[in-house]
């Protein structure tokens, strides 16, 4: 007889807690429609055309999120605004639920308007102007005649990790040259 009513309880109580308790109100990503080029070209830090040259998913990990960035590699023709070079990186999220930009494509040109990070990565979504170049006549149009990109600088590689050491090994010595003659010059001014 308690059994059952333990079990009738129970019961109950998982009922109406299925009633009360509600799930927690999530909102995928909601963008009032993307404001006109225009509008934005004063709160984006870069605007420029180019073509898509690769696309770089975010590292593999086990648990993943629509907000994990996807490197866009872009070959920039035009820029109308911001310190952009040849090459440019251009990072999204992941899915549209959290307000990245699905429609690159290898190969397809594109219109971008993106937000510099602290770090300097350029981030761009759906809820900005960014679209295909070839449905940007118009807000091409509007924003005039633009410039080329920067010449990418390109840095000598080191051939291996060794030559790396041996930099370092040849920093440290310099350093403790430096710090040893730094003791004798200050020895020297006490006598």
């Given amino acids: 007889m308690i059994k059952s009513r333990v079990i009738i ?15 927690a109100y999530v909102e995928a990503c909601s963008c009032a429609g993307p404001p006109s080029v225009e509008k934005q070209f004063d709160m984006m830090s870069a605007v420029f055309s180019g073509t898509v040259v690769s696309m770089i998913d975010p590292p593999q990990k086990r648990i993943m999120s629509s907000a994990d960035p996807v490197t866009i590699v872009f070959d920039v023709d035009k820029v109308w605004k911001g310190e952009v070079t040849e090459s440019t990186k251009v990072y999204t999220a ?7 930009y699905e429609h690159f494509e290898i190969g397809q ?8 990070t602290d770090e300097g990565q350029l981030l761009t979504g759906m809820c900005t102007a960014t679209m295909k170049l070839s449905a940007a006549q118009h807000e091409i149009a509007s924003l005039g005649d633009g410039y080329l990109p920067l010449k990418a600088v390109e ?11 041996v930099l370092w090994i040849i920093s440290g010595i ?14 020297m001014r006490r006598r």
């Fill in 109 to 116: 040109q594109f219109l971008v308007l993106a937000n510099s």
């Fill in 9 to 23: 309880s129970v019961c109950l109580l998982t009922i109406l807690t299925l009633f009360i308790a509600k799930p």
């Fill in 155 to 165: 840095l000598p590689e080191m051939e291996d990790k060794t030559s790396l050491a």
């Fill in 94 to 100: 992941m899915g549209g639920e959290s307000c990245g």
């Fill in 174 to 187: 310099l350093i403790l040259v430096l710090g040893m003659a730094l003791v004798v010059v200050l020895r």
